[in-house]
């Protein structure tokens, strides 16, 4: 018997002519190479637009944090992505039961960004040690967003990430961030938060996402020696050793604080995220 959470018609759905028309708006705005890229391979491609417009069929149009630039349907194809990825792996991968991290977990997870080769082990670690789906899914031009965090009806954290910065710093502040929202707002995720990162946002839920997440990855103590010295590459280095981070992260941190995108350019572009993880396109 299929889990509930991996149901195709699922109990909540909205009505047919909301998903009809959800249907209709992905046909028009998702290329034909981008659907390819995604369905199944027996799938067609009209069987891939109506799970998807299922799937985002059961999401309240009003999401947190969504850009009102972006275009909304392709946003709401990501994400349907995302959560019927994440029901699959639910039933296909060990997925320990989830506990809220504490602050130990959240500091071994920052010591993983030091080796690049644990990008490809990250799905696993999060599944087995903190009980997390990690869903990696490409994103579509005009969607604006960095990544989303949301729970399957079993109770299971699922992060969506879309690398849309394909940069390591951005991968990994987008990380730490939506798992500083399964942390602090985990009873508020069954309605999905979409992170647009270049937004500002003075609300308090991202104000603590925000802050859970760099104190995480450079702590505090750290972090004030390494702003008074940002200009000091030397210095930077011997930061991101003693906060156990990538110096490529400790830099797109000192980048975003300072709005200088020019600081240690190199560093940050240093890392082809998406070819690490052996995505193509």
């Known amino acids: 018997m299929l889990d509930d959470d991996f149901s195709v018609y699922p109990a909540a759905a909205s009505s047919t002519y909301r998903i009809f028309e959800l249907y209709g708006q992905l046909k028009r705005h998702l290329k034909s190479k981008d659907i390819a890229a995604r369905k199944g391979a027996s799938e067609s491609e009209s069987a891939f637009l109506l799970r998807t417009a299922i799937t985002a069929g059961e999401e309240s149009p009003a999401l947190f944090r969504q850009n009102p630039r972006a275009n909304p349907f392709l946003t709401a194809a990501w994400l349907s992505i995302v959560k019927n990825t994440a029901r699959a792996a639910a039933l296909t991968r060990t997925v320990e039961p989830f506990r809220p991290p504490s602050d130990d977990d959240f500091r071994r997870l920052a010591t993983y960004s030091t080796d690049v080769r644990?990008?490809?082990?990250?799905?696993?670690?999060?599944?087995?040690?903190?009980?997390?789906?990690?869903?990696?899914?490409?994103?579509?031009?005009?969607?604006?967003?960095?990544?989303?965090?949301?729970?399957?009806?079993?109770?299971?954290?699922?992060?969506?990430?879309?690398?849309?910065?394909?940069?390591?710093?951005?991968?990994?502040?987008?990380?730490?961030?939506?798992?500083?929202?399964?942390?602090?707002?985990?009873?508020?995720?069954?309605?999905?938060?979409?992170?647009?990162?270049?937004?500002?946002?003075?609300?308090?839920?991202?104000?603590?996402?925000?802050?859970?997440?760099?104190?995480?990855?450079?702590?505090?103590?750290?972090?004030?020696?390494?702003?008074?010295?940002?200009?000091?590459?030397?210095?930077?280095?011997?930061?991101?050793?003693?906060?156990?981070?990538?110096?490529?992260?400790?830099?797109?941190?000192?980048?975003?604080?300072?709005?200088?995108?020019?600081?240690?350019?190199?560093?940050?572009?240093?890392?082809?995220?998406?070819?690490?993880?052996?995505?193509?396109?």
Not at 215 to 228: A, C, F, H, S
Request: hydrophobic share 40%.
């Open 118 to 281: 644990n990008l490809r082990r990250l799905p696993t670690i999060l599944a087995e040690q903190y009980g997390v789906i990690l869903v990696v899914e490409r994103a579509f031009p005009a969607m604006r967003t960095d990544g989303c965090v949301l729970t399957l009806n079993s109770g299971t954290p699922v992060i969506g990430l879309s690398l849309r910065y394909n940069r390591y710093d951005n991968f990994w502040f987008t990380l730490m961030h939506e798992m500083a929202h399964i942390c602090l707002h985990y009873d508020h995720l069954s309605t999905p938060i979409l992170d647009d990162l270049e937004e500002e946002d003075d609300g308090e839920v991202e104000v603590a996402a925000n802050r859970l997440a760099m104190d995480t990855l450079v702590p505090r103590n750290i972090w004030r020696k390494m702003v008074l010295q940002r200009d000091s590459r030397s210095h930077l280095v011997e930061y991101a050793r003693q906060a156990d981070v990538h110096v490529a992260v400790a830099a797109g941190l000192l980048r975003y604080r300072e709005k200088n995108y020019t600081m240690y350019s190199d560093l940050v572009q240093s890392i082809d995220v998406a070819h690490e993880l052996g995505l193509q396109g």
